[in-house]
T-cell receptor, first 113, second 112 residues
Framework: DVKVTQSSRYLVKRTGEKVFLECVQDMDHENMFWYRQDPGLGLRLIYFSYDVKMKEKGDIPEGYSVSREKKERFSLILESASTNQTSMYLC????????????FGSGTQLSVL | GENVEQHPSTLSVQEGDSAVIKCTYSDSASNYFPWYKQELGKGPQLIIDIRSNVGEKKDQRIAVTLNKTAKHFSLHITETQPEDSAVYFCAASFTGGFKTIFGAGTRLFVKA
């Protein structure tokens, strides 16, 4: 089975801090994604990567950046955390090559105070 | 932009009854329609999917139907069980694309 692991289940940070959310997948998937989940809004795509060092903006990239230095690892960075970034963050991966099935991690609940 | 609308937002059924969740999508290019189930404390997990060249697909107690002309697709769960209680998300994307657009989710409660 594909395993997508997110480094933290819960995280509490202060406004203005730089925050790193880490994600690792173990099935050699080409594509990796960061979503944000908020009640009543579903899942919204922040950034995705289709190859090492390649990244593309999703629908809500403002205030975020990403890094993919190795195929298995995809990091989400909040340069200066703000209270409106309090949310559940979900990492996902997909095989690629026309296979769009997403495999999700368990999520990181981030609270910015 | 692309949009997926999902109804209802909350659904409560008695154990053994059927549950139906409906979605509509806006992008005519969409040809892949997955459904994800999210249990408490976990990430969403794919439970069934359908492609636009198929009108219906079944897997045991769950089935999906697609009306491409009307841009509607639905999830049907029969003989519901308490373990079916979860949040369900419909989604739409297209082959070779990277963006999956999700509905807002339906919280299903199955009462024993």
């Amino acid at each position: 089975d594909v395993k997508v692991t997110q480094s933290s289940r819960y995280l509490v940070k202060r406004t203005g801090e730089k925050v790193f959310l880490e994600c690792v997948q173990d099935m050699d998937h080409e594509n990796m994604f960061w979503y944000r989940q908020d009640p009543g809004l579903g899942l919204r795509l922040i950034y995705f990567s289709y190859d090492v060092k390649m990244k593309e903006k999703g629908d809500i990239p403002e205030g975020y950046s990403v890094s993919r230095e190795k195929k298995e690892r995809f990091s989400l960075i909040l340069e200066s955390a703000s209270t409106n970034q309090t949310s559940m963050y979900l990492c996902a991966s997909s095989l690629g090559g026309g296979d769009e099935k997403l495999f999700f991690g368990s999520g990181t609940q981030l609270s910015v105070l | 932009g692309e949009n997926v609308e999902q109804h209802p937002s909350t659904l409560s059924v008695q154990e053994g009854d059927s549950a139906v969740i409906k979605c509509t999508y806006s992008d005519s290019a969409s040809n892949y329609f997955p459904w994800y189930k999210q249990e408490l404390g976990k990430g969403p997990q794919l439970i069934i999917d359908i492609r636009s060249n198929v009108g219906e697909k079944k897997d045991q107690r769950i089935a999906v139907t697609l009306n491409k002309t009307a841009k509607h697709f639905s999830l049907h769960i029969t003989e519901t069980q308490p373990e079916d209680s979860a949040v369900y998300f419909c989604a739409a994307s297209f082959t070779g694309g990277f963006k999956t657009i999700f509905g807002a989710g339906t919280r299903l409660f199955v009462k024993a």
